[in-house]
């Protein structure tokens, strides 16, 4: 096995690296996003997360934040699917250098959080062990989790975003036998691949929808209007 790419993630040149802020040498949070092939859903996912940080974070925060992403069945080495690169072009997010990768266990390990596009995913993950129940949740079931939890009681930025990070997973796996779906298809992220382009658009906008709260709570910093 390999060890993952670092280079995918904000703050290690990826589309706009954030300088790191003060704090501990070495200091990281890593959010795994996790689908099937590594050419949708899971690089859609990616891309707008970092995209949406550098937009609330600017140039000035946000260092140690490492934002990732894999396939349960990755496409090794694939380039994303034209119509998810589209996706990516709405929202304004960079979609260059991009290719598919398999998930390994290294991935899992070296995550804080992962994030999977559906429940199948989420137990795919856990089921390699590593510890990884506590930090693995699909997008929409942290959003909703996130949703409840009081920002007043995560660290302020000030304190580093890393801190802040790890705080919000500790508060949401907290949470989780209190918060049920109200359906099993709500925590659900459907696959895209092989749609036309309106279906890919949908599904985008259901990824933004669901990583809109999910920024806000890492960073404390809304949308910009």
């Known amino acids: 096995m390999t060890a993952p790419d670092t280079g995918r993630g904000i703050g290690e040149g990826g589309d706009r690296a954030i300088p790191a802020q003060p704090g501990p040498p070495g200091e990281t949070f890593r959010i795994l996003h996790v689908s099937t092939g590594n050419v949708c859903r899971s690089p859609i996912t990616e891309r707008l997360t970092r995209h949406f940080l550098t937009d609330r974070l600017g140039d000035a925060r946000?260092?140690?934040l490492i934002v990732e992403s894999a396939g349960t069945w990755g496409h090794e080495?694939?380039?994303m699917e034209a119509n998810a690169?589209?996706?990516l072009?709405?929202?304004g997010a960079d979609a260059s250098g991009f290719t598919g990768r398999e998930l390994l266990d290294e991935h899992v390990i070296m995550a804080d959080l992962v994030l999977?596009?559906?429940r199948d995913h989420r137990a795919q993950v856990i089921s390699m062990g590593h510890s990884a129940g506590l930090r693995t949740f699909?997008?929409?079931e942290f959003t909703r989790l996130v949703r409840a939890i009081d920002?007043?009681?995560l660290p302020p930025l000030e304190d580093g975003v890393v801190e802040r990070a790890r705080a919000l997973v500790r508060a949401a796996a907290a949470l989780r036998g209190w918060l049920l779906a109200p359906t099993p298809e709500a925590d659900e992220v459907h696959d895209p691949y092989?749609?036309?382009l309106p279906f890919f658009r949908s599904i985008g906008e259901e990824i933004h929808q669901a990583l809109d709260p999910v920024v806000t709570a890492l960073t404390g910093v809304r949308a910009r209007a």
């Open 138 to 140: 699909t997008l929409k």
């Open 151 to 153: 920002p007043a009681t």
């Open 85 to 87: 690169e589209a996706v």
């Open 194 to 196: 092989g749609a036309p």
């Open 77 to 79: 080495g694939a380039p």
């Open 116 to 118: 999977t596009a559906t």
């Open 89 to 91: 072009a709405d929202f």
């Open 62 to 64: 946000g260092g140690g």
